[in-house]
């Protein structure tokens, strides 16, 4: 993948001219159901926990800290804090490992009785959470990093802002063949709904 990030000079003009130049990739933001245009770079050695950058037009997504980033069927965090050019959003992505999977309730009307009142089923289906999982070291070096003590048997667990209620503390997590309990949920890197939690799991024995 050729990396186009030494043409961006500064300068709205220029940068919207070589970005129209350049090879474009098509992604998905948070699973969602359309793909958006953007270009993709490859990490820099000097770059640690940096897999891929995406430069993004501001009119086409405004992409955030915080956004799981779906290119060529692996996942991606957006793990930096993103940088603003005048005329694309520059975000460094770190590839993910595993999904927190959550179950989320459903409620769909499937008939109606002799009254017409409705009828409902309620159904539990997981939610998949792309995410970093690193253990005892945690996330040392990156911006995602707790600054948490993770004792053996621990996990620590990157995902992407979310206000889902299954993410509580004492909540079981069914990970690499063990099971995991919820013991901490480290919101510093949340601001505005936006932003990364890092979730301590400790191993359940």
């Known amino acids: 993948?050729?990396?186009?990030?030494?043409?961006?000079?500064?300068?709205?003009?220029?940068?919207?001219?070589?970005?129209?130049m350049c090879e474009k990739s098509y992604v998905k933001i948070n699973q969602a159901d359309f793909d958006f245009e953007c270009i993709i770079n490859d990490s820099n050695d000097w770059q640690k926990n940096v897999d891929k950058t995406i430069l993004i037009r501001k009119d086409v997504y405004d992409i955030k800290y915080g956004d799981s980033v779906s290119f060529e069927d692996q996942s991606y965090l957006i793990t930096v804090e993103r940088e603003d050019r005048d005329?694309?959003?520059?975000?460094?992505?770190?590839?993910?490992?595993?999904?927190?999977?959550l179950m989320s309730e459903v409620r769909a009307i499937v008939d109606y009785d002799d009254v017409g009142k409705p009828i409902w089923d309620t159904q539990n289906i997981?939610?998949?959470?792309?995410?970093?999982v690193k253990s005892r070291n945690g996330?040392?070096?990156?911006?995602i990093d707790s600054k948490i003590n993770i004792p053996d048997g621990s996990l620590l667990i990157a995902i992407g802002y979310t206000d889902h209620e299954e993410?509580?503390?004492?909540?079981?997590?069914?990970?690499?063949?063990?099971?995991?309990k919820i013991t901490?949920?480290?919101?510093?890197?949340?601001?505005?709904?936006?932003g990364v939690i890092v979730v301590?799991?400790?191993l359940v024995v």
């Not at 186009?4 to 300068?11: I, Q, R, T, V």
């Not at 959003?89 to 999977?101: A, D, F, P, Q």
């Not at 901490?184 to 936006?194: F, K, S």
């Open 184 to 194: 901490h949920l480290d919101y510093t890197q949340v601001i505005n709904n936006t």
């Open 126 to 132: 997981p939610v998949f959470f792309p995410s970093i």
């Open 1 to 20: 993948m050729k990396d186009y990030s030494l043409w961006m000079s500064s300068g709205r003009d220029n940068e919207e001219m070589v970005f129209e």
């Open 200 to 202: 301590q799991a400790d």
């Open 87 to 101: 005329f694309y959003w520059s975000g460094k992505m770190t590839r993910c490992n595993n999904s927190l999977t």
């Open 167 to 180: 993410l509580k503390l004492d909540k079981e997590l069914a990970m690499y063949n063990q099971t995991y």
């Open 139 to 143: 996330l040392a070096d990156s911006d």
